[in-house]
C-alpha cells in the first residue's frame, strides 16, 4: 500500500512510502492500523478509550508564526 500525506510522520512514516501489511494480526491498544472504509484506506495510530476506538495522527504540531 503506498502513503499519501505525512500524518504519521512521528511515526517515521511518510508520504509516498510503501507499507506491506499482514491482516491476520490483532488490533493492538496504541499501534498503528491501516483502517479500511468506503473504498478507501488511512493509516492511524490506534487506541482504545472505554467503549471506542480511537484513531489518531503522529505528525509533529504544526507553528504559525504571527508575523509572516
Known amino acids: 500500500m503506498?502513503?499519501?500525506g505525512n500524518s504519521m510522520s512521528d511515526s517515521?512514516?511518510?508520504?509516498k512510502d510503501v507499507l506491506v501489511f499482514d491482516r491476520s494480526l490483532?488490533?493492538?491498544?496504541?499501534?498503528i492500523a491501516?483502517?479500511?472504509?468506503?473504498?478507501?484506506?488511512t493509516v492511524?495510530?490506534?487506541?482504545?478509550?472505554?467503549d471506542c476506538l480511537m484513531s489518531h495522527a503522529r505528525k509533529?504540531?504544526?507553528?504559525?508564526?504571527k508575523n509572516y
Open 26 to 31: 490483532e488490533l493492538q491498544n496504541n499501534k
Open 34 to 41: 491501516i483502517y479500511f472504509f468506503d473504498r478507501e484506506s
Open 2 to 4: 503506498r502513503v499519501y
Open 44 to 50: 492511524k495510530s490506534m487506541k482504545f478509550e472505554e
Open 12 to 15: 517515521g512514516i511518510n508520504d
Open 60 to 65: 509533529p504540531e504544526l507553528c504559525l508564526n
